[in-house]
């Protein structure tokens, strides 16, 4: 029997030769094509690109001859390339969409394949799902044409996508202040295609960008996965204090999200990144628009939009759910707690390198330091949130699980009233001091995640221990 090949939050991603095959790739690609076919594509440019995994160059091949099969014409990245990259070159190229080889985030035993629509952005989830349905049982009934076929003739075209997206982001921000300004920034690009971007950007001024983990490793060492939080990024936050930086920029493995640490080597969570970037945008840049957040994102947004009058959409996981909102409404920023941020005048997809850029302005606009950023904005917002989250293994029936988490209607958490329930996507509790509790099913792993916000920094470990409890993990 075939295997099921499932679309979750971002895409497909499966481990390498498990279920992640030549030939279970070329079932999704061909999913893929029929599902642009019914779009009215025929005949149309479609980007193909991959991260540095084991074999990604291989299995994009793989996807480029399936969709030249299928009568598409298939610019085909010549090297491994950011997501944001491959974002911007569907509206550079006037593509239809495009196909990603990466896992993104996942441990060095997977791989992955996303899909992205005319925008660059995500999918939403109801062609997820039609995309799923037309993957065709047997890879007997993929229809192919070889690379060397697809060279030579014209179908496939192998190109440079990093010349366009830069030229195109040196018109979204002036470079040359930062890189007059002499700071020292450190990068760890976490073995991902991130490597030389911001090298190539900020190089020859008197800012001096040091890379780490620039090279391709696809067992990424110093780290679980190339996911940029703790403890993935300790290694970059000691290398911050040995060089002195005065701050840390750490792209993740396809470089769509950013983390940030401080001059002291202290890990900026993405929540509070993505205040700081809205805050930056709305005071510093003068800037106004809605903003998009997932529900399992900062309430620090919601407050920015009453100090500022913008509105705040929230959204389920995922920038399949952020993409189309952020199009919908033409939003200033959309993001999500994963570290992913997305911009107004970009692509709506996460770019991880436009995010570092837009923090070294913020820097450099203000004359302040990562830390002296932060006071800023817990001065406006009238004092400091508190995050942090727990992933757990998970197995068995989900459905019974949630029941389980419905039933427990717990009154309070972490010794704060529970005053409302969000159910979008997972199980939001909404707490009396504006901060919540989620809990909710990974898109992308068999794991479960608990996350919290609060304004008390000594209750966050008791809101995740009693979230455990709640969700049948303690």
Same mark, same amino acid.
């Given at each position: ?20 095959? =030549?030939?279970? @790739? ?21 980007? @193909? #690109?991959?991260? !540095?995994? =084991?074999?990604?160059?291989? &299995? ?109 982001? $040196?018109? *979204?921000?002036?470079? /040359? ?24 950007? *900020?190089?020859?001024? !008197? ?28 290694? #970059? ?32 969570? $993405? ?5 700081? *970037? ?31 009058? @913008? ?20 939003? *200033? ?9 997305? &911009? ?11 995010? #570092? ?14 830390? /002296? ?54 199980? /939001? ?20 995640? @608990? ?7 000594? !209750? ?15």
């Amino acid at each position: 029997m075939a295997h099921k090949i499932a679309f979750g939050t971002d895409g497909w991603r499966g481990v390498i030769a498990e279920d992640y095959t =030549f030939d279970n @790739v070329r079932r999704a690609a061909q999913g893929y094509a029929s599902y642009m076919l019914e779009k009215g594509n025929a005949g149309k440019w479609v980007v @193909v #690109g991959h991260d !540095k995994r =084991f074999a990604s160059e291989h &299995f994009a091949a793989a996807v480029a001859e399936v969709l030249a099969g299928n009568g598409f014409k298939v610019h085909l990245t010549q090297e491994a390339t950011p997501t944001p990259v491959i974002a911007f070159a569907v509206v550079n190229k006037q593509a239809c969409g495009a196909v990603n080889i990466t896992a993104s985030h996942n441990p060095p035993t997977d791989n992955g394949f996303k899909v992205r629509d005319e925008t660059g952005g995500a999918i939403d989830p109801d062609g997820l799902k039609r995309i799923e349905a037309l993957i065709p049982d047997d890879v007997s009934n993929v229809k192919r044409q070889t690379l060397e076929a697809g060279l030579a003739g014209g179908t496939i075209v192998k190109f440079d996508a990093a010349e366009p997206y830069i030229a195109h982001i $040196q018109k *979204l921000i002036d470079l /040359q202040p930062i890189k007059d300004a002499g700071l020292t920034v450190l990068v760890d690009v976490m073995w991902g295609n991130g490597a030389g971007y911001f090298t190539r950007l *900020l190089g020859g001024g !008197k800012t001096r960008i040091i890379e780490i983990h620039n090279t391709r490793n696809p067992l990424f060492p110093e780290m679980k996965r190339p996911e940029p939080i703790r403890p993935n990024i300790d290694a #970059g936050l000691k290398a911050t204090l040995e060089h002195k930086a005065d701050i840390l920029l750490i792209t993740d493995g396809d470089a769509d999200r950013c983390g940030i640490g401080d001059e002291n080597g202290e890990f900026i969570n $993405q929540l509070r990144v993505y205040a700081l *970037l809205a805050y930056y945008l709305l005071e510093v840049r003068g800037e106004r628009g809605d903003i998009v957040k997932t529900l399992s994102t900062t309430k620090m947004l919601n407050r920015l939009g009453e100090l500022y009058g @913008v509105p705040v959409h929230e959204t389920g996981v995922g920038f399949k759910y952020v993409a189309p909102k952020m199009t919908e409404t033409n939003a *200033l920023i959309g993001g999500e707690e994963s570290g992913g941020y997305a &911009f107004r005048g970009n692509v709506p997809e996460r770019d991880g390198i436009l995010a #570092g850029l837009y923090m070294l302005d913020f820097m450099v606009r203000t004359g302040k330091k990562p830390t /002296q950023l932060l006071a800023m904005l817990f001065d406006k917002l009238g004092g400091e949130y508190f995050y942090d989250r727990i992933d757990s293994a998970f197995s068995g029936d989900r459905s019974a699980r949630e029941k389980m988490i419905l039933d427990a209607n717990p009154k309070t958490l972490g010794g704060l009233k529970v005053t409302g329930l969000l159910s979008i996507d997972g199980f /939001q509790f909404a707490l009396e001091d504006g901060g919540w509790m989620l809990i909710r099913f990974s898109g992308t792993e068999p794991i479960m995640r @608990v996350y919290c916000e609060t304004r008390h920094k000594d !209750k966050v470990q008791a809101i995740l221990q009693d979230g455990l409890k709640v969700a049948g993990l303690k």
